[in-house]
């Protein structure tokens, strides 16, 4: 018996650092050839693609912001001819501007909504041009969506609550094509850009039930489970990974 995603692929903008490097990882792991977005840092990049390509699995590294709509349907579009198929896409690639209200300009909203909302839909509606029976959305999401527990995140709370319209729609609408569709909620995640020795970190994890962040790993194993075979009657569902923020 083979992996449980032997001889798919994987798309996940966002791919190079983070969850979405871990997610893009894992797939591979489980035998996805993975193509995968990036922004601006081209060697660390190629650090995840050469990763995955140890594991035996094709790696494709793709810079598109996915701020730009024609950039990030091109990327999908590209990975899909390069790959040969599609079966797996994972909205991971996200904006995180956080501050007071009275603070937040007209551009930060404007790059918010492209990036968390705009990108995700943008890219599933190109992605399932190339998706089968079988096929698999994953939009990655963030507790603060559902318990916005500190100020300042109004603007980023308002566009990961919108992949919750999204999830359960478009999941309603592929239903009949046998193509899923979930949000992954993460939680406090220890990674470069949330530290789990930030100075937020002891009041975060006080709101947590298990008391401590996740790793990136335990965010793409869920992913992970989704993408696959057994999860093929799981679709508009929310699954919240995060140590009990919400609970």
Same mark, same amino acid.
């Given at each position: 018996m083979g992996n449980t995603n032997d001889n798919t692929v994987a798309f996940v903008s966002g791919g190079s650092r983070g969850i979405g490097a871990a997610v893009a990882l894992r797939l591979a792991q489980d035998g996805a050839d993975v193509a995968f977005t990036f922004r601006e840092n081209k060697a660390r990049a190629d650090e995840v693609a050469e990763q995955i390509r140890q594991t035996g699995r094709q790696a494709i590294a793709i810079q598109a912001d996915s701020a730009g709509p024609a950039a990030l349907v091109d990327a999908v579009n590209d990975a899909a001819s390069a790959l040969g198929r599609l079966d797996i $896409?994972?909205? =991971? %690639?996200?904006?995180?501007?956080?501050?007071?209200?009275?603070? @937040?300009? #007209?551009?930060?909203?404007?790059?918010? &909504?492209?990036? =968390?909302? +705009?990108? /995700?839909?943008? %890219?599933?509606?190109a992605a399932i041009r190339h998706m089968g029976s079988g096929g698999r959305i994953i939009n990655i999401g963030s507790n603060?969506?559902? *318990?916005?527990?500190? /100020?300042?995140?109004? $603007?980023?709370s308002m566009?990961?609550?919108? @992949?919750?319209? @999204?999830?359960?729609?478009?999941? +309603?609408?592929?239903?009949? +094509?046998?193509?899923t569709v979930n949000l992954v909620n993460p939680g406090p995640t220890d990674t470069? $850009?949330? /530290?789990?020795?930030? !100075?937020?970190?002891? #009041?975060?994890?006080? @709101?947590? %039930? $298990?008391?401590?962040?996740?790793? !990136?790993a335990d965010i793409a194993a869920a992913v992970a489970f989704l993408a696959g075979p057994d999860? *093929?009657?799981?679709?508009?569902?929310? &699954?919240?990974?995060?140590?009990?923020f919400t609970a």
């Open positions: $896409l994972v909205n =991971n %690639a996200a904006s995180f501007l956080v501050g007071p209200i009275e603070q @937040l300009t #007209a551009d930060d909203i404007e790059e918010t &909504i492209a990036v =968390n909302v +705009r990108a /995700p839909f943008l %890219a599933s509606q603060m969506a559902v *318990r916005a527990a500190f /100020p300042g995140f109004s $603007l980023y566009s990961k609550t919108a @992949l919750a319209g @999204l999830t359960k729609a478009l999941g +309603r609408e592929l239903g009949p +094509r046998a193509i470069e $850009l949330n /530290p789990a020795d930030s !100075p937020m970190a002891e #009041a975060v994890t006080g @709101l947590t %039930a $298990l008391g401590h962040y996740a790793a !990136p999860a *093929r009657y799981i679709t508009g569902a929310t &699954i919240n990974v995060d140590g009990g």
